[in-house]
């Protein structure tokens, strides 16, 4: 069988598949899904990078999150600008979106990506029952989602789950010791005491570091609503 010839059938596949799974189930579960399907938005895992250095400094759950997202950046982003598959419901008109309607490529999913690679890496650091199976749990679920609200092909979900593998390794192999190094050479020039594993008294006592902080979490809001918010004014801009 040829590359070609292969392609098809794939293509076959994630066509059939994502006709039937496409809204099944109704309202009431794509709903549930829209909410557990966050977890993999970029938004959840660049607050949580903000919060374990800036509000909660942990620096080993600062550097292996970091280095699982940056991973993601690293893999992903270009996979998606190699390959540039439209979405389902840009070249299937029975498919019917969700959610927000995603922007970037379809192949492979940045969603997936992020439940598998960072529900690994938790894995890894925590080394605990119950976080083993809500891991695994919810990576089932958002890989589901993804194709039940007709915005990701099977073949993308399927790839974001072995891409999100491959990220996790990266990170923890490569990226992460790297990253913890770096931030413990930083520490050695701070001059006030560090504060592990604790909300940070500055929060407090210190309006700028206050508002550095707030203004991060909100920067992130913005850019990950970016569309939502520009649509949005310029729809009541033409009333």
């Known amino acids: 069988m040829d590359s070609s010839s292969l392609i098809e059938k ?7 598949i994502i006709i039937k799974w496409n809204g099944y189930g109704g309202k009431l579960l794509a709903f549930f899904l829209r909410i557990i399907s966050f977890l993999g938005r970029e938004t959840i895992w660049l607050i949580l990078i903000v919060f374990f250095l ?9 550097s292996y999150i970091g280095s699982t997202f940056l991973a993601g950046l690293i893999i992903i982003v270009p ?4 390959v540039k598959r439209t979405r389902p419901f840009d070249s299937l008109n029975q498919i019917r979106v969700l959610e927000r309607k ?3 490529q379809s192949f492979p999913s940045w969603h997936v990506y992020n439940v598998v690679s ?49 990220g996790f390794l990266i990170a923890l192999y ?18 006030i005491p560090i504060e592990y594993q604790k909300l940070n008294s500055l929060l407090f ?26 649509d949005y004014f310029k729809k009541n801009s033409n009333l």
């Not at 794939?10 to 059939?16: A, M, N, T, V």
């Not at 800036?54 to 600062?62: A, E, M």
């Open 102 to 104: 995603p922007s970037s």
């Open 79 to 82: 996979s998606k600008n190699f």
């Open 118 to 166: 960072q529900g690994l890496m938790f894995i890894y650091l925590f080394n605990n029952l119950i976080i083993i199976v809500v891991a695994i749990v919810c990576s089932i679920i958002v890989a589901i989602s993804r194709i039940q609200l007709g915005v990701h092909y099977p073949s993308d979900v399927i790839a974001g789950g072995l891409f999100g593998i491959l």
């Open 205 to 230: 006592q210190n309006f700028w570091y206050s508002a550095l902080c707030s203004g991060l979490i909100i920067i992130i809001f913005i850019i990950a609503n970016y569309k939502w918010i520009r």
């Open 174 to 191: 490569v990226i992460a010791p790297i990253s913890y190094t770096i931030l413990n050479f930083f520490e050695s020039f701070i001059t």
């Open 54 to 62: 800036l509000i909660w400094y942990d620096p080993i759950l600062f």
């Open 10 to 16: 794939i293509d076959s596949w994630d066509k059939k």
